[in-house]
Structures are given as structure tokens and as C-alpha cells.
């Protein structure tokens, strides 16, 4: 268990739709990163946030966006939902001393399928 | 644009073997490179990692081997054992602070036979 935590594990909706995937941090961790894995193929970074200010910007769509509470915990909401849409959506954390430089600690996934 | 590649999908190794997942890169300022394994239905694992200042970093079973003038990272399990069967990602962060955004290669998937 690497502490984060991510609702809810499996979401099927219908193209047009939007959604809203939710990510809990580590116990201390400031940074938040969203990540997209598409099948076959490796991780894609989304966007990072840092103590609820945006830090880093990936290949996100303008569809997408994403905000980062005063609690930490996190939220990537989908909109005009695709069926290139559909992926797994992984939410990781950082930010607490752990010995290990960047160390990223990954979320379950959200599994989001677009029908 | 690939910037972190791992050219072999799968690799088969026997139980008690080495099994050696290897890993390119093209951005010679890549500052870190980290090693993530993935269970089915699971979030990534860190495994290892390994400064660009450094040529090899060793935990346990699992060693981390950097190539700098070749642009290659490859990571060494020895013994492999049947619960190693993962897929194993290559990760690499861009040089600008300890929290950086990670860039992966697409994964091998590692299936150890007893």
C-alpha cells in the first residue's frame, strides 16, 4: 500500500460525458502528479501540483483539467469525453523526505472507459 | 517524440536466472532514472534508481547499471524470482528540482518461469 489513495477504481461513461477522478496524497506529501496510461503504452504525464498551485503541464488536453485542494487531496476532471479517452489514470505523490530523490508514490489507477 | 525507451516488450527468464531489462534515452540532461514495477490492477512500485552522476546503484536483488556515453540504463535482477513477473518501467526526470514531472518508457513485462 503506497498511502495514495484514488476514486473511484473503475468509471464507465458515455462519449460527451464528464467526469471527475479523485486523488488522495501521502500523509505529508505536497506535490501531486496525474498521469495517463493509455493501452500499450507507457505512462504520459498530465500535470503536477504543488501545495495547490500548478507546477508542471504535460500532454494535457483543454478538455482536462485539474486542481489541487488546501487538504492536498487532488481532482483531474475529464470533459467532452472521447473514446480515445479511455485509459487508466494514475495520481502519484511526493514531496516527504524518503531517501530517494523524485520517488514517486503511485495510486491504484482510475480505470476510465468511455462507451 | 520517445524520449525513454525500452525496445523489448517481454522477456522470459527461468527462475534463479538473471533477468536484464534494458533502457534508452535521448535527453543527455536527464538528472535521474528511476525503476517502477506493476503488478495487474496495481499502481507502479519503486524499485531503484540512480543519479546521472553515478554508474551504478545496487539494493539487494536489483541493480541499477548507467551508461552515460551510451545513453542506456539497465536493471539487473539476480536471483529472479516467479513473483519478479511484473511489468517494469523505465523513468527518467528532467534536470529543475525534486519535484519534477516523470517521463516512462512503455514497460517490459517480465514473466519469471519456475
Known amino acids: 500500500d503506497s498511502g495514495v489513495t484514488q476514486t473511484p477504481k473503475h468509471l464507465i461513461t458515455a462519449t460527451g460525458q464528464r467526469v471527475t477522478l479523485r486523488c488522495s496524497p501521502r500523509?505529508?506529501?505536497?506535490?501531486v502528479y496525474w498521469y495517463q496510461q493509455s493501452l500499450d503504452q507507457g505512462l504520459q504525464f498530465l500535470i503536477q501540483?504543488?501545495?495547490?498551485?500548478?507546477?508542471a503541464k504535460g500532454n494535457i488536453l483543454e478538455r482536462f483539467s485539474a486542481q489541487q485542494f488546501p487538504d492536498l487531496h487532488s481532482e483531474l476532471n475529464l470533459s467532452s469525453l472521447e473514446l480515445g479517452d479511455s485509459a487508466l489514470y494514475f495520481c502519484?505523490?511526493?514531496?516527504?523526505?524518503?531517501?530517494?530523490?523524485?520517488?514517486?508514490?503511485f495510486g491504484p489507477g482510475t480505470r476510465l472507459t468511455v462507451l | 517524440d520517445q524520449q525513454v525507451k525500452q525496445n523489448s516488450p517481454s522477456l522470459s527468464v527461468q527462475e534463479g536466472r538473471i533477468s536484464i531489462l534494458n533502457c534508452d534515452y535521448t535527453?543527455?540532461?536527464?538528472?535521474?532514472f528511476l525503476w517502477y514495477k506493476k503488478y495487474p490492477a496495481e499502481g507502479p512500485t519503486f524499485l531503484i534508481s540512480?543519479?546521472?552522476?553515478?554508474d551504478k546503484n545496487e539494493d539487494g536483488r536489483f541493480t541499477v547499471f548507467l551508461n552515460k556515453s551510451a545513453k542506456h540504463l539497465s536493471l539487473h535482477i539476480v536471483p529472479s524470482q516467479p513473483g519478479d513477473s511484473a511489468v517494469y518501467f523505465c523513468?527518467?526526470?528532467?534536470?529543475?528540482?525534486?519535484?519534477?514531472?516523470?517521463?516512462f518508457g512503455t514497460g517490459t513485462l517480465l514473466a519469471v518461469q519456475p
Open positions: 502519484a505523490s511526493s514531496g516527504r523526505t524518503s531517501g530517494s530523490y523524485n520517488e514517486q508514490f
Open positions: 523513468a527518467a526526470s528532467p534536470p529543475g528540482g525534486a519535484t519534477n514531472k516523470l517521463i
Open positions: 501540483y504543488y501545495n495547490g498551485e500548478e507546477r
Open positions: 540512480i543519479s546521472s552522476i553515478k
Open positions: 500523509s505529508g506529501d505536497l506535490s
Open positions: 535527453n543527455s540532461m536527464f538528472d535521474y
